[in-house]
């Protein structure tokens, strides 16, 4: 086979890749060497910003393969079939820290998915936990500056950590969670996904119905204790991208079921407590698990910046069929993910090759910017409407309407009957074996009997103690025997 021969940029060939050129034997190095200036200048523009959220991840490519008539509640194309397979890249992460940090700390995962459906690409993007923090998305630069490093000591403090929490009792369902055993997941296949979201289905009549997504992970649920995670990190910083890496390679594909919870729209207004509050699960007993198909990973993407670093998720990609729901949270995300990736990549992000549909085209009248490889020929025209075959609008609505009457305003979600921060964290506590709530209560303390202030302790610990007054009064006496220590 022929050697391959080393070209610049430009692709003329390179004469010597180890010497710069200078003027003379031990001279200085001359300005016209264009080799040596192009490889610095390249060098130093290698990193992009990182993701401001979820910096460090793995990806994965597979499929979804649909297993279960959903048609009754959504006219999703890429749903439309049982046995139907459509491909998929999925970007699991941790959240608070950069992306040099660890695999194994106590964190939400994120679980971001992008189907390429014919219909355009569906960006589902959740979480390894089916609540969060926080319910308003205007708390949620607050919410991430306190978990990140402190702007003075580069590091988490729990001073931070939990000063916001003591500020936020809906996150005390989110905060058990969290320090329970799914805490640190043992590795990426080794943990659930959700949506975490409500969001809204349309079927080919045109009736909505409020889902919420569940991927239960076919491997089984494997945690790490503290102990054990700390043990790893000193080992394996990257055991999570090891461990997913490692599988795929080895042919061992890792899987999980999707099921979908079900609320026909008109039951939502009425619902014991608001439906579209991201801190509350819908319990199963009102609405069951319905299964729906598989997502299998099979594949690893040749180049981790390429297709890791460069994937962009926006929970505003939808395809017909599927829609958002009021809940002010994914309200807000709807705007924040494009924004940040027409910071992070550039206004083409769309075009990468991760991130373009691969069972359908773009094509539509968006032009120019940094970047740009899809721009159109001499045939398109670049406005619309035109008389020259370009691409028109359906007229087919994407998904049914939302009747919304009242007033504009900064209103508080609204009122239901059961609509309390604390129940849903309580049921979760009592739901839990002796040896599970031990755990919990430690770890929560271990955290907790960090921070400085008083009174910021006293605000945690109340929410505890209303979420369960046994809940409450353990972790007060763990606290209190870890600071007299
Ligand atoms: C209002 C609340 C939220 C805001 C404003 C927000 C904002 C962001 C931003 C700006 C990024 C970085 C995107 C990028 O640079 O590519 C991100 C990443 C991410 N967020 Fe959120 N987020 C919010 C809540 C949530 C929630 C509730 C979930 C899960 C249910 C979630 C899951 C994720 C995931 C999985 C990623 C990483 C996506 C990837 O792998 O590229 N976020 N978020």
Known sequence: MAKRVLTTESGAPVADNQNSATAGVGGPILLQDQHLLEKLARFNRERIPERVVHARGSGAYGYFEVTDDVTAYTKAAFLSEVGKKTELFLRFSTVADSLGGADAVRDPRGFAVKFYTEEGNYDLVGNNTPVFFIKDPIKFPDFIHSQKRDPFTGKQEADNVWDFWAHAPE?????????????????????????????????????????????????????????????????????????????????????????????????????????????????????????????????????????????????????????????????????????????????????????????????????????????????????????????AQTDAALSAPLAIHGWTGTHAAPAHVKDDDFFQAGELYRLMSEDEKSRLVSNIAGSLSQVAREDVIEKNLAHFAAADAEYGRRVEEAVRALRED
């Open 171 to 391: 996150a005390t369902h989110q905060v058990t969670w969290l320090f329970g055993d799914r805490g640190i997941p043992a590795s990426y296949r080794h943990m659930n996904g959700y949506g975490s979201h409500t969001y809204q289905w349309t079927n080919e009549a045109g009736e909505a119905f409020f889902v919420k997504y569940h991927f239960k992970t076919n491997q089984g649920i494997r945690s790490l204790s503290a102990e054990q995670a700390a043990e790893l990190v000193g080992k394996d910083a990257n055991s999570h991208q090891t461990d997913l890496l490692q599988s795929i390679e080895r042919g061992v594909n890792p899987s999980w079921t999707l099921y979908v919870q079900v609320m026909p729209a008109a039951e939502a207004a009425d619902y014991r407590f608001n439906p579209f509050d991201l801190t509350k699960v819908w319990p199963h007993a009102d609405y069951p698990l319905q299964r729906v198909g598989r997502l299998v990973l099979d594949r690893n993407p040749d180049n981790v910046f390429a297709e890791v670093e460069q994937a962009a998720f926006s929970p505003n990609n939808f395809v017909p069929g599927i829609g958002p729901s009021p809940d002010k949270m994914l309200q807000g995300r709807l705007f924040a993910y494009a924004d940040a990736h027409r910071y992070r990549l550039g206004v083409n992000h769309t075009q990468l090759p991760v991130n373009a549909p691969k069972a359908t085209v773009a094509d539509n009248y968006g032009r120019d910017g940094f970047m740009a490889t899809r721009n159109g020929s001499r045939h398109d025209k670049n406005y619309e409407p035109n008389s020259y075959q370009g691409p």
